[in-house]
């Protein structure tokens, strides 16, 4: 066998016995995907497509795996398509004529430190877009502010965050929004509803507590890399 041909033989097993590019960590978050049913209120969207006419017209369910939808809370208004180490991602959004809202959404990035920076900016944002717009109705003659209300004991760090509506007066009107945004590991958790609900911010912390228990069922998402880090309270 000649020299060259020697050497072929040497680098083509060297690649077939090679570790695919970046190793297993890469190669589990390209195959990152959530479950069918995993989310809370999904048994509930699937539900809803038995009801009756009459019901069907009163309540709207929305499901997507769409991983270019933006995040349930945008203070700023962002509009381009996200770009933030996202691998997978499910939103439901119940709405009714009341009218009414909730969402529940998980997003599962690459690796915590992706997470993190998402919760990092998401904080900043409520911050330097307060008087940004809403994901609620909008509504003649007021004006809307978000806000962090407090900081929340759930995964790895949370933030309760009020979405406020106030007449020409500068007092506020009873319709507004509630987000319980957490961080467990790689997945982003995010609640939201109307605040017309009685004890919505419990209701909404609530739920992200099991979720934040539950994304753990997950592979990757919790564990040694995926540790509380020190110190993350949010000074309100």
Same mark, same amino acid.
């Given at each position: 066998? =000649?020299?060259?041909?020697?050497? +072929?033989?040497?680098? +083509?097993?060297?690649?077939?016995?090679?570790?695919?590019?970046?190793?297993?960590?890469?190669?589990?978050?390209?195959?990152?995907?959530?479950?069918?049913?995993?989310?809370?209120?999904?048994?509930?969207?699937? $539900?809803?497509?038995?009801?009756?006419?009459?019901?069907?017209?009163?309540?709207?369910?929305?499901?997507?795996?769409?991983?270019?939808?933006?995040?349930?809370?945008?203070?700023?208004?962002?509009?381009?398509?996200?770009?933030?180490?996202? +691998?997978? %991602?499910?939103?439901?959004?119940?709405?009714? =004529?009341?009218?009414?809202?909730?969402?529940?959404?998980?997003?599962?990035?690459?690796?915590?430190?992706?997470?993190?920076?998402?919760?990092?900016?998401?904080?900043?944002?409520?911050?330097?877009?307060?008087?940004?717009?809403?994901?609620?109705?909008?509504?003649?003659?007021?004006?809307?502010?978000?806000?962090?209300?407090?900081?929340?004991?759930?995964?790895?760090?949370? %933030?309760?965050?009020?979405?406020?509506?106030?007449?020409?007066?500068?007092?506020?009107?009873?319709?507004?929004?509630?987000?319980?945004?957490?961080?467990?590991?790689?997945?982003?958790?995010?609640? $939201?509803?109307? =605040? =017309?609900?009685?004890? +919505?911010?419990?209701?909404?912390?609530?739920?992200?507590?099991? %979720?934040?228990?539950?994304?753990?069922?997950?592979?990757?998402?919790?564990?040694?890399?995926?540790?509380?880090?020190?110190?993350?309270?949010?000074?309100?």
């Amino acid at each position: 066998m =000649s020299r060259n041909a020697v050497l +072929v033989s040497v680098l +083509v097993t060297a690649l077939v016995a090679a570790p695919a590019f970046g190793g297993a960590g890469a190669a589990e978050a390209e195959t990152v995907t959530i479950p069918k049913g995993f989310l809370l209120t999904e048994a509930e969207a699937e $539900a809803a497509k038995k009801l009756a006419p009459e019901d069907a017209a009163e309540q709207w369910w929305e499901v997507s795996d769409k991983p270019s939808r933006q995040l349930e809370l945008n203070p700023c208004g962002h509009r381009k398509k996200p770009r933030d180490g996202r +691998v997978a %991602m499910r939103t439901i959004v119940h709405s009714t =004529s009341a009218p009414s809202f909730y969402s529940e959404q998980l997003v599962l990035y690459r690796d915590v430190k992706a997470a993190r920076a998402t919760f990092k900016r998401l904080r900043a944002e409520v911050k330097r877009c307060a008087a940004g717009g809403s994901r609620a109705y909008t509504l003649s003659g007021t004006r809307h502010r978000y806000a962090v209300s407090r900081t929340l004991r759930i995964g790895d760090e949370a %933030m309760l965050v009020g979405g406020y509506f106030y007449d020409k007066g500068e007092s506020e009107s009873s319709w507004g929004e509630r987000f319980v945004v957490a961080r467990r590991g790689t997945a982003l958790i995010t609640y $939201a509803a109307d =605040s =017309s609900w009685r004890d +919505v911010s419990k209701v909404l912390a609530r739920d992200a507590k099991k %979720m934040a228990a539950k994304v753990c069922d997950l592979p990757g998402v919790c564990g040694p890399a995926a540790a509380p880090l020190p110190d993350q309270s949010i000074k309100v």
